[in-house]
């Protein structure tokens, strides 16, 4: 009887588009996005994320800062900007999984928080891929500010304690969406379902 090529014992159900071979249904859900690194589009990730649990969150991310709904009414285009913004850092970072993105987002807390009170902090983030993604989205803001600047748009949006507020909201709803799993990208699969290819308009901040 043909074997699973990763128990290689049960009988397998389906071919895995990271491995290139075929696996059974449990090792298809009991390793992926674990020790697979599994591709966003793969079928059977798509549909295992209909039944799948969120990591339990222990403490929300700086539970101090008050992050009301009026708030997040009034600053909505700005986070979804911020959003799109993330999403395209972590395309522009191959390998990237949702814990390298909250420790992104947890270092532009600190940076923002830091704008913010007028006291820069330059921190290192170890994680390599986390400071790539952070690059990226400063680089991306920063061309963002200043193609806004020569179309004489109110910059009122880039105000430090926004984006700080932003962040800190992103951090929570990133550790809302943690499946638990090492090479989990449930949050990056949300991102990618609510931005298709394209690039942010101006309007979209400014509307
Ligand atoms: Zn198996």
Redesign the pocket.
Known sequence: MEK?S?????R?RRNCPALGKD??T??CGSKREVTVDCPLDCAYLIEGRDHEEMAQVGEYPNREVEVSGAFLERNQPLYIFVLGTLHHAAKENPGVNDSDMREAIAALVQRYRGKESGLVVETTIPNRIAAAVVDSFEQKMEEFREKVKSENVDPAVFIDENMFKVMVFLDRFAALKNNGRPKGRYFLSLLRFMFPPMEPKTDAVTA
Do not use: A
């Open positions: 699973c990763l128990c290689e014992t049960r397998p696996i059974c449990q090792c």
